[in-house]
């Protein structure tokens, strides 16, 4: 039973550029969230998505957004990336609000 | 701004003493997660408690919750070098269900 993934695992671009993340859920899940981790701080929640909706949405910019499919996984967009982007983006998945499983995560460098 | 507070930010201690972190949020709280976050990995969830006063224990771990559902702490009885790592808490608002998370307690064992 595979856990959470997400890919890819590194990434490097530039300020202004566009980025798309992806998260496949754990096998039985339906609803994922994604975080960014900033070095040394916690993972602070940008968005979660059930049934290819935005549920509920943290204090982001609307530069991110997201996209669920009928299988359950999804997409975290950043368009006109800024330094200050570059963190550690956790996608997590669970089958309640509750239990939260999060995968590897994708490390964002913006130069 | 912050509204879920961890204390200590760091903590060094010998193998084999206790260590204990504390979590203070602004705001009722529904429910509170804990997890554990090791160098260069993702956060693992812990637990839940939900309850006003509740206290679970995994093995050396104990976790309360308080009577007002505003704070919860983590007990580790006689450390061991596997507990290394970063601890969070991670609230839910009772307002509006958004999940905030602490900025985390290091905690680094001494040989």
């Known amino acids: 039973d595979a856990g959470v993934t997400q890919s890819p695992t590194h990434l490097i671009k530039t300020r202004g550029q566009q980025v798309t993340l992806r998260c496949s859920p754990k096998s039985g899940h339906d609803t994922v969230s994604w975080y960014q981790q900033a070095l040394g701080q916690g993972p602070q929640f940008i968005f979660q998505y059930y049934e290819e909706e935005e549920r509920q949405r943290g204090n982001f910019p609307d530069r991110f957004s997201g996209h669920q499919f009928p299988n359950y996984s999804s997409e975290l967009n950043v368009n006109a990336l800024l330094l200050g982007d570059s963190a550690l983006y956790l996608c997590a998945s669970s089958d309640r609000v509750d239990t939260q499983y999060f995968g590897p995560g994708t490390r964002l460098t913006v130069l | 701004g912050q509204q879920v507070m961890q204390i200590p930010q760091y903590q060094h201690v010998q193998e084999g003493e206790d260590f204990t972190t504390y979590c203070n949020s602004s705001t009722t709280l529904s429910n509170i997660q804990w997890y554990k976050q090791r160098p260069g990995g993702h956060p693992v969830f812990l637990i839940q408690?939900?309850?006003?006063?509740e206290v679970k224990k995994q093995k050396r771990l104990t976790f309360q919750f308080g009577e007002a559902k505003k704070n919860s702490s983590l007990h580790i009885t006689a450390t061991q070098t596997t507990d290394v790592g970063t601890y969070f808490c991670?609230?839910?608002?009772?307002?509006?269900?958004?999940?905030?998370f602490g900025k985390g307690t290091r905690l680094h064992i001494l040989p």
């Open positions: 408690l939900v309850k006003s006063g």
């Open positions: 991670a609230g839910i608002r009772n307002r509006d269900d958004k999940i905030i």
